[in-house]
């Protein structure tokens, strides 16, 4: 399963929509949005990150958290957080030489929903907040690494292979 992107991730939400998410997702509801694009945004592995956005950005009655499990060709992710970026570098070179003028969402859902591009998710490192870094050191090497809370934006329902209430 060498060709596939396996995860699990949390989506924290006001208590009042878990029903019609469970439903059915609409993906459109954000549209606009300027980090990764209209989609169905995940926190990755962490329920508690998803709890505390609910909490702190959103003016929610009763929060609940909704635990996704998603499965895709890797093909059909562009997936930030690897170490083998191909078609991630052209579509970076591509925002950066042509369409400046739109934010990295924009350009992203203008090439899925008005281009065809194949993509089912994004899965991106946020280090907007508490960027942390550590090295290790090995004898004479040292290796810097940073690390963060990883978001999903999924485009469609595709990649989606089950979906429950958690909270």
Request: charged fraction near 25%; hydrophobic fraction near 35%; glycine fraction near 6%.
């Amino acid at each position: 399963m060498k060709d596939k992107f396996f995860a699990i991730g949390y989506h924290g939400t006001d208590a009042r929509y878990t029903p019609s998410i469970l439903s059915g997702i609409d993906f459109a509801i954000n549209k606009g949005d300027k980090f990764l694009g209209q989609g169905f945004y995940l926190w990755r592995d962490s329920y508690n990150r998803a709890y505390k956005w609910s909490q702190s950005t959103r003016n929610f009655e009763s929060i609940d958290i909704l635990y996704v499990k998603v499965e895709c060709k890797k093909e059909h992710v562009l997936n930030f957080t690897s170490q083998s970026w191909g078609k991630e570098n052209m579509l970076l070179e591509m925002h950066k030489e042509h369409f400046s003028d739109k934010t990295f969402g924009e350009f992203i859902d203008y090439l899925v929903y008005h281009k065809d591009l194949d993509i089912n998710m994004i899965v991106i490192i946020d280090l907007t907040k508490n960027q942390t870094t550590f090295n290790i050191k090995d004898g004479e090497s040292e290796t810097n690494f940073a690390f963060g809370d990883i978001q999903i934006c999924l485009k469609n329902n595709r990649p989606i292979l089950k979906i429950d209430k958690v909270a």
